[in-house]
């Protein structure tokens, strides 16, 4: 494979710090770097192949002081592959009320801190909105070093509509809470795109097969990684392959394609049904227009009908 030399404005020989030399190896050569301006740095890492990480990202990794990131196992091995020598340090929702006065000192102290995830870019469903929001407030410039996304990955990849699309993350993980959160998702009038795991794929499809019905879908599963496999086909049958022997291992990202004038139709009138036997009409016309959001007058001539309708024995 022919090496290719980065650009010369990064070959700066670091004289800030002579104890540890700021620099990384993205083909082999050795890049040394000048140590990161004082700023925080929010860095999108690779969300499975190593390849994906940009040039920038490697040269602000190599020149900040210090990494806050969830995992250091996980980080240490992009650090690793790429002979980066900056400190590491655990930053997740567990330790992040002790650690981000610490971080926040390091920035008043005029270091460069950068924050990684596991993977893909910072905060999109992972901890890290509070110290970006602390950081501004205390007039600390906070930098965007983008990259890998998951969602965008799906999405690009999902053969479905990207004009408008609606970011879930992951459900929630016990079984009414979850089925509650998806009944309320089917009234968004976009491209939705959930995070879930191998463990739980099959219930989360099932669920969403459900109160969706047929709509297009695709499931993606370990997007960039070795065996990347991506599987397009309605809700209904998508959730039939998986409660089978469909692989279901890794990590996957859903992507559910924005419901038709005759699929908003019939999830409407579906809630409508469904809420009938738990409330009066009063009532879940006020709980479907919240569900929905659609005008509660527009429901409740929807509930009449159907009301009507089962009177007369149409239905």
Known sequence: MTHHKPPSRVRIMASENKARPRRYAPFGDIVEVAKAAPALYLVATPIGNLGDVTLRALEVLAGVDVIACEDTRITRKLTERYGIATPLTPYHEHNAAEVRPK???????????????????????????????????????????????????????????????????????????????????????????????GLRIAATLADLAAAFGPRLAAICRELTKVHEEVKRGDLEALAQEYAGDAEKRGEFVIVVAPPTEQQEAADLDGLLRRAFTRVSIRDAVAEVALVTGRPRREVYRRALGLAKASDDGDE
């Open 103 to 197: 971080l926040l000192a390091r920035l008043a102290d005029g270091q460069a801190v950068a924050l990684v995830s596991d993977a893909g870019t910072p905060l999109i469903s992972d901890p890290g909105y509070k110290l970006v929001r602390a950081a501004s407030e205390a007039g600390h410039t906070v930098t965007a070093i983008p990259g890998a996304s998951a969602v965008l990955a799906g999405l690009s990849v999902a053969g479905l509509p990207t004009d408008r699309f609606f970011f879930e993350g992951f459900l929630p993980a016990k079984q009414a809470a979850r089925q509650k959160r998806v009944v309320a998702l089917t009234g968004i009038p976009s491209t939705v795109v959930l995070f879930e795991s």
